[in-house]
């Protein structure tokens, strides 16, 4: 028989995806150009051109035996050392090959780190808003997910109600900076007391709560700013990164989760992650993209375009009176509805063609999403849209 | 803490990894043409010219932002209606895109289809000996494996023992032809009756027993034969597929499900294995892949060395004297060892720089699997190696 719990996840629909597809019927109707799509967070600048020859060099060169032949169960040697000279060089932390298990993207990472340090039972703790993937990849783990409430406006994380509910039940802290979806970057302050919390807690409960830090845009960071590196602050943590965003590739899915030096287990916890793959028929990314990309982790694509947009909605959407943070990275912005329901605020948008992602699927009410990978020039011709938004309200 | 169960795990060493291990020590030593190493099925050929090709042309042409972008989370549109029309070409039965879910490979694709027909504390059914990793995909579902006992000569399916085993808590029954580690070839006959014990058991018990059917050798066939297609047979089939061995392209990870037409569950099943994804990471094979073996679907690589090989080995082990079944296809071939202990009998092999793997590897007792995937000038060396290892227990 069909397995019935993935069966009725079908009812379900994905918001995100639905406003996706609205988008694509209306453009149909009145042209892609007026339809003003803030609604994917799908990289909108092409792979650095490094990328495309490094894929061009090994294709032409490689022995095609051993170019798309098995990788190790532990991943791609030269991969795994690049990546971790590179976080080495970058984060001044003593990582070496053996710390780095390639993944299929983020969504791979995660749930490979996730399985690794927590057992059926467990609690996961994860701070509002977040991605909603998270609920399926905890789950798959057989743990249980716990939301931390949100802080308005600033969206750092809330280290009081935090404390609170680091109970001894909770295996590992699920984290993501620069954060989807409201663009914000974890300040060192908050990075550095959440560590305090997490040693004192571990100290009181006899065993290491462990931090999975969820880093997809790392690299995009704005006003010259870098991001601070969670793991610099506490050695437990697995880093989960993929090149989606830096390098966007997200249709190659290439991550990898990085054991910061000196965590617990780490002479462990990557053969473990190859274990565990057994279980879920991941067994490595393709091979050839983990050796094209080893050639280009000192590049990113340009990604230039995301500041530039973000200042210009930033702009406007203060303007208008909304109440909003200014992104940090990423290329999501994250301004309060004009009214309480946000899925209400989002339906009456659409009749100015502005698709907007109401921020219920994030697990926060009243806010709105926008991901703004988008052309600038869409971005300044929506203007208009969003102030007759705006004006509907006043 | 670390999930104990995986950690458990490192402690449980792989026989045929550990023999690869000794096999390159052993090669350091005594030089790697020495060595005949009969442990890992790996391809020795090439991927098709017509792959690079492919892979060069988009790379030359594709607008990066295209051909790297996001799938949808049901795969690319391009692979899976390519995949559809060679299946229905090739196998007379109407295959639609929507029957098609790409995977990371056969292991993805397993790990999905027993996701999809089976919940915790369901039985699923395979027959000995058995590919290994069928353990960690079964367990990784919280169903369980049983396993049917093997019928030695000739290693087709016992099907006597197949339908006492048949109880209707079996989910679903796992079957891979051309067979890992036997070389055998499900005949018609074999698959006419078992695909009659699951019509008639699934009425008695009131729920459908599906199939699925692992057929990475499926293009590896000798003697100008064709594999029964068991989807023929049964039409509650989940076929998975890979492209390791067919296009020689292991480390790439690309394989998919087929839905057979007229499954139960045919019009959710593939929706059901996109909802799956996302609780294990797996979201999708490379893009760039996906697009490359479209374009390949009708040629393979150059797989007659594999012939070759199974021919000087077959007619060798039986001028020795070894009670062993002609592979029908595959890489592999399954000799009677020449005592009791097929690890005893293994580890007198190494005496002669012959590496072998015992068959309790795969739930069998007393034989031992050679994996021919090596050159053909290698096999013709390594049967001196081979009648000193016979004569040794004359």
């Known amino acids: 028989m069909l397995n019935e719990s993935y069966r009725r996840m079908l009812d379900n629909k994905s918001v995100i995806r639905e406003t996706f597809m609205y988008g694509k019927q209306r453009a149909a109707q009145i042209g ?80 490979h780190a996730l399985r690794a340090v927590t057992k059926p039972g467990d609690k996961v703790l994860t701070f509002a808003p977040y991605f909603p993937e998270y609920g399926p990849y905890v789950a798959g783990t057989g743990a249980e997910l716990l939301v931390v409430p949100p802080m308005a406006p600033a969206f750092q994380p809330n280290l009081e109600m935090f404390e609170q509910m680091l109970t001894p039940e909770v ?54 700013k870098t991001v601070p590196y969670p793991a610099s602050f506490y050695q437990h943590t697995l880093t989960c990164f993929s090149y989606s965003k830096s390098l966007s590739l997200p249709g190659e899915r290439l991550g990898y989760v990085a054991v910061c030096p000196g965590c617990e287990g780490e002479r462990v916890l990557v053969d473990m992650m190859a274990q565990i793959s057994r279980f879920t028929g991941h067994n490595c990314p393709p091979s050839i993209i983990q050796r094209a990309v080893a050639q280009c982790l000192d590049t990113t694509s340009d990604l230039s375009v995301y500041e530039t947009n973000m200042k210009i909605l930033y702009d406007a959407l203060k303007n208008l009176g909304f109440e909003v943070e200014r992104p940090g990275g990423t290329f999501y912005i994250f301004p309060k509805a004009l009214e309480e329901d946000a899925n209400a605020f989002c339906l009456k948008a659409r009749q100015f063609d502005l698709l907007l992602v109401p921020s219920d699927t994030f697990g926060v009410k ?29």
């Open 32 to 111: 892609y150009e007026n339809v003003f799509d803030y609604s994917l967070g799908n990289p909108s600048v092409p792979c650095p051109a490094a990328f495309t020859k490094a894929m061009q060099k090994l294709l032409a060169e490689g022995d095609p035996v051993d170019l798309h032949g098995y990788c190790p169960s532990q991943g791609d040697p030269t991969f795994r050392a690049a990546v971790a000279l590179h976080l080495a060089q970058k984060f001044r932390l003593p990582y070496t090959k053996g710390d780095i298990f390639p993944t299929t993207g983020a969504a791979g990472a995660i749930s």
């Open 171 to 224: 295996a590992c802290v699920l984290i993501n900076t620069p954060n989807n979806p409201t663009g914000v970057v974890y300040s060192a302050d908050t990075l550095k007391k959440m560590a305090a919390i997490l040693t004192e807690k571990s100290a009181a409960y006899g065993h290491v709560i462990y931090l999975v830090s969820d880093e997809p845009y790392r690299d995009i960071v704005f006003d010259g």
């Open 366 to 394: 009243g806010y709105v999403r926008m991901a703004y990978c988008i052309d600038t020039d869409k971005v300044r011709r929506s203007l208009p849209a969003l102030e007759k938004l705006a004006a509907s309200y006043r």
